[in-house]
Structure formats: C-alpha cells, structure tokens
C-alpha cells in the first residue's frame, strides 16, 4: 500500500479548511484508482465554479497525493488563502505579463520532481449558461507534450449546483452531489514528434485533451455536449499570451469504459 505523500504544514492547513467545505456535498469518485499513488502526473479538469480548487484538492489529497495547483495570480495574493496557497505549493500564473513563463517552468520543475500537478485549461470557470468547458488555453498542452508523464483527464460536476459564480447563488440545500469521474491516461505519442509545439500543434493537443474531459463530462451529465462547445463566441474565452485557445473535441459518450465509484 502506498503511503501519503507529505505535504508539511500548510497542507495541513488548507486540509482544515478544506474538507469541512467539501462535506458540504455528496462526494461520488468513479475510477479514482486511476490517479498514481506515487510519481510525477498532470491532471486536466474542467471549471465549473469557484468551489472546485477546495473540491479538487481533497479528491486529490484522499488519493494520498499532495496537488500542485495552477491558479490565477490573484489566488495567491488573496489574504489568507493566498499564503495557504503558495505554502502549499500553488503556482501562480502572471498571465500577460513577463513573469507569464515563470508560472510554466515552476510547474515542469514540479513534474521533474515527481510531484501532482493541476490545470483547469479553461483558465476560468465556464461562461456557459448549461456548464459545458469553455476555449482552452495550451499551457496545459505544453506541460504534456514537454514532459514524459501521465496526463489524466477528468471532469467534476456538482460544484456549480451549490455554488454559481456568476449568478452569486449559493444553495447548499438539499445536499447536492459531487462527482468526480477519471478518465484513462490520455496517449500523445502521436504528438511528441514533429512540429506539435507550433501554434496549431499546441491547439490539436489541447482538443484532444478536453475532448476527453467533455466525454467524460457528458457521461457524468447523461446527456451530449452541444456539437459546437469550445467553437461558439459564448462559449470562447479571449486568447491570451500565456496559455493560448483550442476547440474541443466532441464528446462520446462510451469512452469513459468501466470503472469503479466511492460514495458518501
């Protein structure tokens, strides 16, 4: 059996705060064997609400590993969960700025040093008015295709019933139930030669990659994704010039294949 990744202090920190916030849901883990107990991956989510980095980091953390989140610089500089953040190994992302590449090489040295990383490619919750992801940006895809780990997709569904962002409502009752559904590692071999680190390399990646997440989504969901989601100017973010824009892939509804769930 393998044992917890250690965290220290402020991951202690940030699990009291945590887990107390996430029992407000019903949690359901499905495939969550498919997460290493050890060694280097990077996970890829889709972003629903301002809930998930709490909900997130605990499905993680009850997988005995410690996750490295990616966020916005804003995160990090928020009183109190900022230091509990960064304490925690967050990295922060300096989008539009000369410190934009800092935010990438922080988190290729935390994959070199055989740590969980986690990226919601969006790089904001959805727009969407129904919950479907959004245009994504490519870091997550140069993190992929640059280091020779994992990249395991999964989507989340559930956060935005007890609290939505942008409507500001937050329903907490009846207990809503949070899903978790992981997805098999997904096979870039077919990118890691060539020209894949062009701008439209970077983007067929970043396709793939949320292709999976959407297929999975609409699984969780039980119903098929619009067939223009991550394409219409609803659904698209603006580009920016850390992270970049890709359409997803479609989704199928059969991809998920077996899997095991844990609920409470």
Do not use: C
């Amino acid at each position: 059996m393998a044992r917890r990744e250690k965290g220290g202090f402020w991951v202690g920190a940030a699990a009291a705060l945590f887990y107390p916030v996430t029992a407000i849901g019903k949690r359901v883990y499905r495939n969550k064997e498919r997460i290493p107990r050890q060694g280097p991956a990077l996970l890829v989510l889709n972003h629903v609400s301002h809930m998930d980095p709490a909900v997130d980091a605990v499905f993680v953390h009850r997988q005995k590993r410690v996750p490295r989140f990616l966020a916005k610089e804003s995160v990090a500089t928020a009183p109190v969960f900022g230091k509990i953040f960064l304490g925690s190994g967050g990295i922060p992302v300096y989008r539009g700025s000369a410190s934009a590449g800092d935010s990438l090489r922080a988190a290729h040295q935390a994959l070199r040093e055989g740590k969980i990383v986690v990226i919601y490619p969006e790089g904001t919750i959805t727009k969407d008015p129904d919950g479907w992801p959004m245009r994504s940006f490519t870091g997550a895809a140069r993190l992929a295709l640059e280091n020779d780990v994992p990249v395991i997709p999964i989507a989340r569904w559930g956060t935005n019933e007890i609290f939505n962002g942008y409507t500001k409502k937050f329903r907490p009752f009846p207990r809503k139930t949070i899903t978790h559904l992981v997805g098999e590692p997904i096979d870039l071999s077919e990118f890691r030669n060539g020209n894949t680190r062009s701008a439209s390399g970077l983007r067929k990646v970043t396709d793939v990659m949320m292709g999976e997440i959407v297929a999975l989504l609409s699984d969780i969901r039980g119903e098929q994704p619009p067939s223009a989601v991550g394409e219409s100017s609803e659904r698209a973010g603006s580009d920016g010039p850390d992270l970049g824009k890709s359409d997803l892939g479609k989704a199928d509804l059969g991809k998920a294949g077996s899997e095991k769930a844990d609920e409470a």
